[in-house]
């Protein structure tokens, strides 16, 4: 599918027009970043599984009925979304204390929280993403009240569901972060899930040795992110073509491999 031009480059994706009004390309790079960029490197074949991940775990969702951008994956780095109007805001869900919540309020990592705690970051790279309550949204207009209550039982459904999924393949889902988007229709506006949902932007921990499986590997210098993320894709079902590292890392599938050598 022919990529328009190029749109955004975020951290760790990149954003082309698409072949119809209305919609994007989002690609998968293998650029992996912790606290705000000052970490960096290319882990190759991360874009890949991503990719999958996403398109399998979004497409769950819509399954159950949350309205998600996705709309096809096209090969193994690039899915075809909607183009939304993205709300400036992180949304992040912990079941289990670890990261900045254990850090900023001494709990220690693995306590099991009695329900889920809902947050919200403003989304500002410059700043940091800094954390912000409901008053802080509303009053800079960042989302109308109905939206943020739409978004916050979204994010609910959306943790009951995957806490389920993981829970059914041996994995804890200890934390995740969610951002949405609006699409107008007139004066009308609905909102859809948006980015992505992979162990870039969860912490998924093995029910048995609490073994990470996520992007903490990275931020934490364990090694073995891509195995980690490849046991997670494994799990559910969907490693990528061939379910061959090489294949994976390099990004290039074998049907367009086989097609090169005709
Ligand atoms: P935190 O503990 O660093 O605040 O992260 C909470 C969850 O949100 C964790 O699963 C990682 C995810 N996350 C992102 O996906 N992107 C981000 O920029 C940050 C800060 C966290
Ligand atoms: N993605 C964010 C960054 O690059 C933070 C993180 O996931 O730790 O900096």
Known sequence: MAKGKQIYEGKAKILYEGPEKGTLI????????????????????????NNRISEFLLSQLNQIGIKTHFIKRLNMREQLIKSLEIIP???????????????????????????????????????????????????LNWATQSELMHISEQALRINDFLVGLFRGIGIKLVDFKLEFGRQWNGDEV???????????????????????????????????????YQEVARRLGIMPEGSNIKEIKTGVSKNLTALKKK
């Open 26 to 49: 989002q690609y998968f790079k293998d650029d992996a970043t912790a606290f705000n960029n000052k970490k960096k490197a290319i882990i190759d074949g991360k874009g890949v599984l």
């Open 89 to 139: 805001i992180e949304v992040v869900i912990r079941n289990i204390a670890a990261g900045t919540f254990s850090n900023r309020l001494g709990i220690s990592e693995g306590t099991d929280l009695s329900k889920p705690i809902l947050e919200f970051y403003y989304k500002n790279d410059e700043l940091g993403d800094p954390l912000v309550n409901e008053e802080h949204i509303l009053a």
């Open 190 to 228: 609905e909102i859809f899930l948006a980015d992505e949902i992979s162990p870039d932007t969860c912490r998924l921990w093995d029910v048995k040795d609490e073994r990470k499986l996520d992007k903490d590997r990275f931020r934490r210098d364990l090694g073995g992110l891509v195995e980690a």
